[in-house]
């Protein structure tokens, strides 16, 4: 391993060492790919998982952003989901709760727009929304006029008007330089006073202390706990309201509004216990990618075997474990736009749970955790036959 060492990118301490080294990684893992041959051919970089000392901030040191291509093959949705609508509904209702009526509403990162929808499509609640994102496929206008789109990367100058409310999921895991796009949030707001902007982003704490060796990948840049998250905000002059766990503590939701002027927060503490999992993750490394390679080794002497989700946890555990595909027959996903593709980096067909139980799959391994009954129930239903690991 290099002693590559990196100063923090969100408070800029000095010397985060880097802890874990990965190379020839696929730098997407959401890319649609109609041949095995291209999904294979998917571009690849490098990861230096380094984590800073002071404010427990993680993020890869090896990173470069030239590498990644975010377009109209982008795809990342997990409405299909019931488990995962019903999660969404209940942000929504928060956000309408906490007096999201008769709002301008910008959301940054709207993939489809889904999410923007369900905050604008009630016309009761008097709102209008500004989606912007550079993989946005759909109409420019939507709901009578009352919800636009613009498909390209967030400007602060980009909503001109008064803006009440700012959403944002899952996107600043993505961004190598967080604290400039939070200063491009905090311009955003600057003429309005009263803003509630909303963030969710995986808890690192979450994944380091759970070793779950698949959730750490190429497009996932900067990774938070509680801590420094509310750190990088406070910094670039938000009041924070609250950072909580969920989704079953996999994800941070945080809550702010523009702070007065001259409120920049406390100085970082408690990185300590972060860097020590993420050391305790890099040491287990390797025997826990043995340990899942033999309990994939052994289903598979039993009978074809799929991987549970086509998203980046099942690109990233594909990857890991059955590059050249000889163990993996399928990896399942219920997204159609998914279905009848492959998966980057290792080619693997992407197929839907009857057609996998149709090619004889006798066990699947579950990504998350959160959808496992949900999973069981669709193959009950079906009368399908298949073990769940």
């Not at 909503?159 to 967080?178: F, G, M, N, Y």
Request: proline share 5%; hydrophobic share 45%.
């Amino acid at each position: 391993m290099r002693s590559t060492v990196r100063d923090c990118p969100v408070c800029g301490a000095a010397a985060a060492p880097v802890l874990h080294e990965r190379d020839a990684v696929p730098v997407h893992q959401n890319l649609l790919f109609d041949t095995a041959e291209a999904a294979r051919a998917v571009a690849r970089g490098r990861i230096e998982l380094a984590a800073c000392m002071a404010c427990g901030f993680v993020f890869n040191a090896a990173f470069d952003e030239r590498l990644l291509s975010y377009g109209a093959r982008y795809e990342n949705a997990q409405d299909c989901s019931p488990a995962f609508a019903a999660y969404v509904a209940d942000l929504v209702a928060r956000i309408v709760d906490a007096g999201a009526r008769g709002a301008q509403i910008v959301e940054l990162g709207c993939g489809k727009g889904t999410f923007l929808r369900r905050l604008v499509e009630d016309v009761s609640l008097g709102n209008s929304g500004l989606g912007i994102d550079p993989a946005y496929v759909g109409p420019e206008t939507d709901l009578d006029g009352r919800i636009r789109f613009r498909r390209t990367f967030f400007e602060s100058a980009d909503a001109a008007d008064t803006v009440d409310v700012v959403v944002c999921r899952h996107v600043i895991e993505h961004v190598a330089s967080p604290v400039a796009m939070l200063e491009g949030v905090r311009d955003l707001v600057s003429a309005s006073p009263h803003a509630r902007v909303y963030f969710e982003t995986p808890c690192v704490d979450w994944v380091l202390g759970n070793r779950v060796i698949w959730d750490i990948f190429y497009e996932h840049c900067s990774y938070f706990n509680p801590r420094s998250l509310r750190y990088a905000f406070e910094r670039c002059g938000f009041a924070v309201g609250g950072v909580r766990h969920v989704f079953g503590g996999q994800y941070l939701w945080l809550e702010a509004s523009p702070a007065p002027p001259g409120g920049r927060g406390a100085a970082p503490s408690g990185g300590e216990s972060t860097a020590a999992l993420a050391r305790e993750f890099a040491a287990a490394f390797e025997s826990l990618a043995g340990q899942w390679g033999a309990s994939l080794g052994d289903a598979a002497a039993h009978g074809k075997t799929a991987v549970w989700g086509a998203g980046a946890k099942g690109v990233t555990f594909a990857n890991l474990l059955d590059p050249q595909g000889t163990s993996i027959d399928c990896v399942i996903d219920i997204n159609p736009r998914k279905q009848g593709r492959y998966l980057p980096g290792t080619g693997h067909p992407i197929v839907s749970y009857r057609e996998a139980a149709h090619r004889g799959v006798r066990t699947a391994f579950l990504m998350n955790p959160n959808y496992a009954a949900e999973n069981r129930a669709l193959l009950e239903q079906a009368g399908l036959n298949m073990e769940l690991r």
